[in-house]
């Protein structure tokens, strides 16, 4: 595919082609790694251009952990929003599959934050106070429906990011280990499926992967 022609970032069309470009970048080759000429030149904006928006890696970088975080926060939002007056551990069944769904859609987040978390600085400080807090007070009020080996909330916080992201994080090994495309949708559902049993159990016989009653139940 041929890079997009060299303009200035002046429309939002060109700070998104920003945003994308360096979204990947940071997935693939962490903050040091990424070079910000090799993605203006990806995004097809004079680097200049992009300075202008963008005066630093930094700047872009919470940039693009800002845009990914809101993509994440709206998605769950939206899940809870349509089961909203149901039962808690309704609410949070939707939610967790809408993560599920989102990390396959957007699986940069989870490699960002694995190139991130193993180190003390100040993008992980930023991070965790700007966002992975709230995550997991979403999670912790989870606790009481969960499964209860699963009720310790930082536990339960990492068993759903886990599972939710690693397979789409780890897609070229999951491909050569199963033969399967995590990031096909009957993928994503069955890995959808499993998390909400793991974590909240059975919502009875007929759903995926549960054991039918007995005859005579």
């Known amino acids: 595919m041929g890079k997009a022609k060299t303009s200035k970032p002046g429309s939002d069309e060109g700070q998104r082609r920003i945003l994308l470009a360096a979204r990947a970048a940071f997935a693939t080759h962490g903050f040091e790694g990424a070079s910000l000429r090799t993605i203006s030149t990806e995004a097809g904006v004079l680097h200049t251009a992009m300075l202008y928006h963008f005066p630093s890696k930094d700047a872009l970088w919470r940039a693009v952990m800002a845009d990914l975080f809101a993509h994440a926060e709206a998605r769950l939002a939206a ?8 039962a808690s551990d ?13 990390c396959a859609e957007f699986p940069e987040l989870h490699r960002i934050m694995t190139n991130e978390g193993r180190s003390e600085t100040d993008r992980l400080a930023w991070l965790v106070d700007s966002y992975s807090r709230r995550l997991f007070s979403a999670v912790k009020s989870m606790a009481p429906v969960a499964n209860p080996l699963l009720t310790d909330p930082i536990r339960l916080y990492y068993a759903i990011v886990g599972l939710s992201a690693s397979v789409f994080t780890l897609a070229p090994e999951y491909r050569r280990l199963s033969g399967r495309d995590p990031f096909a949708s009957e993928e994503v559902a069955a890995t959808a499926d499993l998390l909400e049993r793991l974590v909240f159990g059975c919502m009875g016989p007929a759903a995926p992967g549960c054991p039918a009653a007995s005859k005579g139940e």
Request: glycine share 4%; aromatic share 10%; charged share 20%.
């Open 90 to 102: 309704v609410v949070a069944r939707a939610t967790v599959r809408a993560f599920v769904h989102f």
């Open 79 to 86: 899940a809870a929003a349509e089961v909203a007056g149901e």
